[in-house]
């Protein structure tokens, strides 16, 4: 089910008070459309009836595909410490309700397959996960290729150094785009052969899906990767 409220929402530019839109889910198999206005970051648009200016609305919602079996929770853009309380709080609150009844919450059935659950605490962390999931990629393979790109080409350290690696899936095509320090954007080449390695290496570890929320990004990569390291004594 896609829920949604009315808020009142007042300008940081003039000061103007007026309602608006706040979606608590989207289900993009019922309205197709948010799931486009997420992937253009329309989405995320609130303009003043007054002055014009248009300012991005970030708030925590639930992202839900059934087709893809997958959600996303997007979390408010905070502070780590109280990022980790609204996950902490969100893991509580979905272990609390029927996993039988709760839309919001499906079961996990072997029959239906295994839902993926995650979250997020940016836009575009958001939009990766869906071009990931609806495409068939695992995102910690995806992960992991990041890390080497980072370890590769170098990572935060310098107005030239790489400040974050997205995935994107464009014409049909999974691609690399590459944020830089001084502002700039490049792409990086997608090697499916070493993400192929990557994903067939990850089955030869208990990586438990559960049915909780799960963070995903490049801390998960770091310490999966440390972990690794010191099993083998390197």
């Not at 530019?13 to 889910?25: L, N």
């Not at 970051?41 to 248009?54: A, Q, V």
């Not at 079996?69 to 272990?95: A, C, G, H, N, T």
């Amino acid at each position: 089910m896609t829920r949604q409220r009315s808020e009142t929402i007042t300008c940081p530019d003039c000061g103007h008070e007026q309602r608006t839109t706040i979606w608590e889910s989207v289900n993009a198999d019922l309205n197709p459309e948010l799931r486009k206005d997420i992937l253009d970051w329309s989405f995320f648009d609130h303009t003043c009836k007054k002055c014009g200016e248009t300012k991005k609305l970030l708030y925590p919602f639930l992202y839900h595909d059934m087709n893809n079996m997958f959600m996303v929770y997007m979390l408010l853009p905070v502070d780590d410490e109280d990022s980790e309380k609204s996950l902490k709080k969100l893991r509580d609150m979905q272990q609390a309700v029927d996993m039988t009844i709760s839309e919001d919450f499906p079961p996990v059935d072997k029959k239906f397959g295994t839902y993926k659950y995650r979250a997020v605490t940016e836009p575009n962390e958001l939009v990766e996960k869906l071009y990931i999931f609806e495409n068939g990629f695992s995102d910690y393979a995806i992960e992991l290729l990041k890390r080497l790109m980072y370890l590769a080409i170098g990572g935060k350290g310098g107005a030239d150094s790489i400040e974050k690696i997205l995935f994107q899936y464009d014409s049909g095509e999974p691609g690399l785009v590459a944020f830089m320090g001084n502002g700039e954007m490049g792409t990086i080449d997608f090697n499916q052969e070493l993400y192929d390695d990557l994903e067939h290496m990850l089955k030869d570890y208990s990586i438990d899906e559960g049915n909780t929320y799960q963070v995903v990004d490049q801390g998960w990569a770091h310490a999966f990767d440390n972990s690794m390291r010191k099993q083998s004594g390197s």
